[in-house]
């Protein structure tokens, strides 16, 4: 049996942080599932031709479900940490870097790291 490639250790990881996050959120129903799986495959030749850039996969992967989250159903995470006003979403900050984080923009915090939703939102944090 082959080893798993540093690459595709990247994209199973990146992938395991979405759908941490997903399921954090109750979103993670078969339909959303399967955008996370083509991000993932898209990434995968991304990463591929820029492999200096497997630490950025997660940012990516967390960005491009919530787009295809968009335009199916709405906006994707929900900020936990404003009370009041419209409801808005988190970004992910970097827009391409290592360390990928959700971010409130409205209130200038870091809300939790891609993959660790669940902590900030009262859910169960990853093990």
Do not use: N
Not at 31 to 49: C, I, L, N, P, T
Not at 99 to 119: E, F, I, Y
């Amino acid at each position: 049996m082959d080893p798993i490639s540093p690459l595709e250790q990247a994209l199973h990881a990146a992938r395991a942080l979405v759908l941490a996050d997903l399921a954090a959120s109750e979103v993670a129903a078969a339909d959303v599932v399967s955008m996370v799986e083509d991000s993932v495959v898209q990434r995968r030749w991304w990463v591929e031709q820029w492999p200096e850039g497997a630490g950025f996969v997660a940012g990516l992967i967390a960005q491009d479900v919530q787009d295809s989250l968009l335009d199916r159903y709405g906006r994707w995470p929900l900020c936990p940490v404003c009370g009041t006003g419209d409801p808005h979403a988190l970004e992910v900050e970097p827009d391409l870097g290592p360390d990928p984080h959700w971010v409130c923009h409205k209130a200038g915090v870091k809300v939790a790291a891609v993959g660790a939703l669940g902590s900030a939102t009262g859910g169960t944090p990853p093990s």
